[in-house]
């Protein structure tokens, strides 16, 4: 089945480090992807999508992910972390022709001081 | 621009009630999707609707409908509550239907049913 797989369920880092979340698909052509952020009680935020182009997307509140059609990932990074930046991170996306994007399941970023 | 707005914000239900919760969409989008958030099953598509049609729908039972109405504002209705109906409901909205357009999200309904 074509689907959106976050490896990690919790990742804790410390502010000021680097942070990389993980995210691998599994769709037949390219398909469009996004990264969304969680605040606790609140609705998703976009923080960066990708349908096609550049593999390496730019977007709000100093993220970028990387598209990397070898590996099937689509991983979030951000080259330090701030205590802000903790929330829940859900990728999603599907494939060409699909009107339905699938969420992953979420990865809980813990920031320690 | 205004951004997705969902009413209300908390509801609290008995078993067996039924309820409706609203989102009214960014100015100018025409789709608009529902989605229930639970700790055990993540985000789940509902429905989706453009242009008054549902156009797509998850995997759940009858009791799940919706509508969406010329202005573009939608509705959701969850008849004869259950226990594990209890969950973040999500609205989301996008210019054309979600497949390839982003989707920008309200803040959410959460339902309690008691």
């Known amino acids: ?113 | 621009k205004a951004g997705v707005t969902q009413t209300p914000r908390y509801l609290i239900k008995t078993r067996g009630q039924q309820v409706t919760l609203s989102c009214s969409p960014i100015s100018g989008h025409r789709s608009v999707s529902w989605y229930q958030q639970t700790p055990g099953q993540g985000l789940q598509f509902l429905f989706e609707y453009f242009s008054e049609t549902q156009r797509n729908k998850g995997n759940f039972p009858g009791r799940f409908s919706g509508r969406q109405f010329s202005n573009s504002r939608s509705e959701m209705n969850v008849s004869t509550l259950e226990l594990g109906d209890s969950a973040l409901y999500l609205c989301a909205s996008s210019l054309e239907p979600s497949g390839g357009y982003e989707q920008y999200f309200g803040p959410g309904t959460r339902l309690t049913v008691t």
């Open chain 1, 1 to 113: 089945a074509q689907s959106v797989t976050q490896p990690d369920i919790h990742i804790t880092v410390s502010e000021g480090a680097s942070l990389e979340l993980r995210c691998n698909y599994s769709y037949g052509a390219t398909p469009y992807l996004f990264w969304y952020v969680q605040s606790p009680g609140q609705g998703l935020q976009l923080l960066l999508k990708y349908f096609s182009g550049d593999t390496l997307v730019q977007g709000i509140k100093g993220f970028e992910a990387e598209f990397k059609r070898s590996q099937s990932s689509f991983n979030l990074r951000k080259p330090s972390v701030h205590w802000s930046d903790a929330a829940e991170y859900f990728c999603a996306g599907g494939g060409r022709g699909s009107y339905i994007p699938t969420f992953g399941r979420g990865t809980s970023l813990i920031v320690h001081p």
